[in-house]
């Protein structure tokens, strides 16, 4: 599988605290134990990041086949492909993308060999939320990771940081859901996503809500959006919406 990472990054650092919303950075956990990989990414996600869940690594090369991630955790000891293999899978097409093991393993010739694959951090477990927090910002310093985006379609400007949009300079009110789900859109044009996608995305997965949901915040966006000129929501008969640009 030809797997692309992409990795942003900005010409200067900017400080300040990350706020929290879709737009922010993008970390995946490839973790198989369940019940940690939804604490880590919970704790991760209530710190101002977008984290994303995988319980092996071949569900994360989806992933990260169909989406763009800043920052990867992974475990060691996996069914199937070890996270030595996905490291270095990884590391092959992409040479800057930083790489944190959460590994039970805590000898030498682990860390070393995980290191020597090209992974920039190694943390034994159990491990500490708050250390695990330190260390994913220092890694995402070191890379010199962009903490500002925005995106400009037409006369609407989004602007990640800041969770809020503009059409020709006057502020749109959006929830954080609404932002969320125009700038997932916007982020990948033409890309269709289906509704069960968005749902698990926005809504998480053990949310009762239904599927139509997403049709009633896409009905919203349209509404709120309606005199941006640069794209249009469509709806892809039985498989979900993309933003096509004008």
Known sequence: MLLEVSVRQSKGKKNGQIQEGFGMIKILVVEDDEKLNQIVCTYLNDSGFHAKGCLNARNAYDEMYNNRYDLIISDIM???IDGFEFAGTVRQVSPT???LFMSAKD???SKQKGFQLGIDDYMVKPIELAELLLRVRA???RANIEMERKITVGNLLLDADGMSAEIDGEEI???AREFNLIYKLLSYPK???SRAQLMD???GVESEASLRAVD??????RDKLSACDGFKIVTVRGLGYKAVLK
């Open 78 to 80: 996996m069914p199937e």
């Open 97 to 99: 993308i930083p790489i």
């Open 107 to 109: 000898d030498l010739p």
């Open 139 to 141: 890694l995402l310093r």
């Open 173 to 175: 009110s959006l929830t």
């Open 191 to 193: 890309k269709i996503f």
């Open 201 to 203: 995305e926005f809504w």
């Open 216 to 221: 009633v915040y896409v009905t919203k966006l």
